[in-house]
Nanobody
Framework: QVQLVESGGGLVQSGGSLRLSCAAS????????MGWYRQAPGKERELVATIFVGGNTNYADSVKGRFTISRDNAKNTVYLQMNSLKPEDTAVYYC??????????WGQGTQVTVSS
């Protein structure tokens, strides 16, 4: 069973930065697609960024140029560096893992609040 533990959320002023981390249990981390999603109050969960096995990345248009997803396979960890944060980035951020069998796992979520 895969477990994902997020950390790094918090309260930051508009224009500030945060870095989220997600540590995954289990082996063969490097073979999994990792992603970050977010869900704001009253809204559906949306994809923020994805990083694939080969290192390619994909971003939502709303965060392009501001957020960067990366992974450290030696540490079984994926990161989301968030710069130039805006109040509309306020949400619960969830780490996501998709394994080679297309099974999806979720972390418990970490709150990010951006004040104006």
């Amino acid at each position: 069973q895969v477990q994902l533990v997020e950390s790094g959320g918090g309260l930051v002023q508009s224009g500030g930065s945060l870095r989220l981390s997600c540590a995954a249990s289990g082996s063969f981390f490097r073979f999994n697609t990792m992603g970050w999603y977010r869900q704001a109050p009253g809204k559906e969960r949306e994809l923020v960024a994805t990083i694939f096995v080969g290192g390619n990345t994909n971003y939502a248009d709303s965060v392009k140029g501001r957020f960067t997803i990366s992974r450290d396979n030696a540490k079984n960890t994926v990161y989301l560096q968030m710069n130039s944060l805006k109040p509309e980035d306020t949400a619960v951020y969830y780490c996501n893992l998709v394994n080679t069998r297309a099974t999806m796992y979720w972390g418990q979520g970490t709150q990010v609040t951006v004040s104006s």
